[in-house]
Structure formats: C-alpha cells, structure tokens
C-alpha cells in the first residue's frame, strides 16, 4: 500500500509487477516488467512519491518511477 493509501503494488513469479489504484475498485494503472528476468518476491513504495523498489529471484532490486 502506497504511504497515501491510494494504491497497491502486488508481483508474482509472472516476472511482473502491477500498480493498482484502489480509487477505482482495484483498476490496473500500470505493469512493471522491463528489466523483470525472474519471479518477483519483494514490491515496495519508496519514500519519494511516485517511486516503486522491485526484487527478484535472481537477486536484482530494480526501482521504477510510476
């Protein structure tokens, strides 16, 4: 959950990343999969607004403007 409650960032072992908005019953505002080689195991937002940290299975922490 984003720190202003509005959105959701969830991954999974489809290599990706997806941003909700909860606003809009749960509508997918983006897919985050470039640079994405293996499952995703950790999603987070980060203290700047608009920024989501990604990591994955092969070690990668990648960081995303959303």
């Known amino acids: 959950m984003s720190p202003c409650g509005t959105y959701v960032v969830t991954g999974s072992e489809d290599?990706?990343?997806v941003l909700y908005d909860v606003r809009?019953?749960?509508g997918v505002l983006g897919r985050m999969k470039e640079g994405i080689k293996e499952?995703?195991?950790a999603v987070g937002f980060g203290s700047?607004?608009?920024v989501v940290g990604v990591g994955c299975a092969d070690g990668k922490c990648l960081v995303y403007k959303v």
Do not use: D, F, I, Y
Request: charged fraction near 15%; avoid cysteine; glycine fraction near 34%.
């Open 48 to 50: 700047s607004r608009g």
């Open 24 to 26: 809009m019953g749960g």
């Open 15 to 17: 290599k990706q990343a």
């Open 39 to 41: 499952g995703v195991l």
